[in-house]
């Protein structure tokens, strides 16, 4: 059974940087798909950014490109996401998920449809 946990959240000022872990279990997460969402209060779960199981393909979501990374070390089992400059709109519930397809491409990477395991979520806010 695949779980998934998040860590790292919590309260920044704009500018200011996080790092985000998602611990995994079951082995098969190691060759799957792994991403990022997020929620804000009254929106919907948004992508973030996914990564394939090597970590060598990786997609942003506009609003996070060049801000934020993506990357896994599957010797610990783990997913990070770097953010940097961070805004007060990236203020949300970031969960990581699952798929459970060893391929990524552009489209299924960002539909959260696709992925079948979900972490309970770590709350970011950011402060103007």
């Known amino acids: 059974q695949v779980q998934l946990v998040e860590s790292g959240g919590g309260l920044v000022q704009a500018g200011e940087s996080l790092r985000l872990s998602c611990a995994h279990s079951?082995?098969?997460?190691?060759?799957?798909?792994v991403g990022w969402f997020r929620q804000a209060p009254g929106e919907d779960r948004r992508f973030v950014a996914a990564i394939s199981w090597n970590g060598g393909l990786t997609y942003y979501a506009d609003s996070v490109k060049g801000r934020f990374t993506i990357s896994r070390d599957n010797a610990k089992n783990t997913v990070y996401l770097d953010m940097n400059n961070l805004k007060p709109e990236d203020s949300a519930v970031y969960y990581c998920?699952?798929?459970?397809?060893?391929?990524?491409?552009?489209?299924?990477?960002?539909?959260?449809?696709?992925?079948?395991?979900w972490g309970q979520g770590t709350q970011v806010t950011v402060s103007s």
């Open positions: 998920a699952a798929q459970a397809s060893t391929r990524l491409t552009a489209t299924t990477g960002r539909d959260w449809r696709q992925y079948h395991s």
């Open positions: 079951g082995r098969s997460v190691h060759s799957s798909v």
